[in-house]
């Protein structure tokens, strides 16, 4: 049974860092492993994903730059690390996998979420 779980969510200041991991367990055959958010009263939203090689990395237009995915190999988690945060990065992130690397509908598996807020 695959498992996916969130952790590292927070508050934050505005111009703030964090760092999110998500621990995977099972087995999981799964061309990447992807974050996405969803904030109140939106829809989920893709934000970053890697490849299972970690050759390839995907960012969303609003996070490039500031985010960065990674995944350890040997504990078999993924990172995300988040600097630089605004006040609309707002918003419950879940880890994914799945045939990515965009489309939320080609995610097969999710976590339950960790919840990052920034204040301003």
């Known amino acids: 049974q695959v498992q996916l779980v969130e952790s590292g969510g927070g508050l934050v200041q505005a111009g703030g860092s964090l760092r999110l991991s998500c621990a995977a367990s099972?087995?999981?055959?799964?061309?990447?492993m992807g974050w996405f958010r969803q904030a109140p009263g939106k829809e989920r939203e893709f934000v970053v994903a890697?490849?299972?090689?970690?050759?390839?990395?995907y960012s969303s237009d609003s996070v490039k730059g500031r985010f960065t995915i990674s995944r350890d190999y040997a504990t078999n988690t993924v990172y995300l690390q988040m600097s630089s945060l605004e006040p609309e990065d707002t918003a419950t992130y879940y880890c994914a996998a799945g045939r990515g690397p965009r489309d939320i509908r080609r995610y097969d598996y999710w976590g339950r979420g960790t919840q990052v807020t920034v204040s301003s």
């Open positions: 890697i490849s299972w090689s970690g050759t390839l990395t």
């Open positions: 099972g087995r999981i055959f799964s061309d990447f």
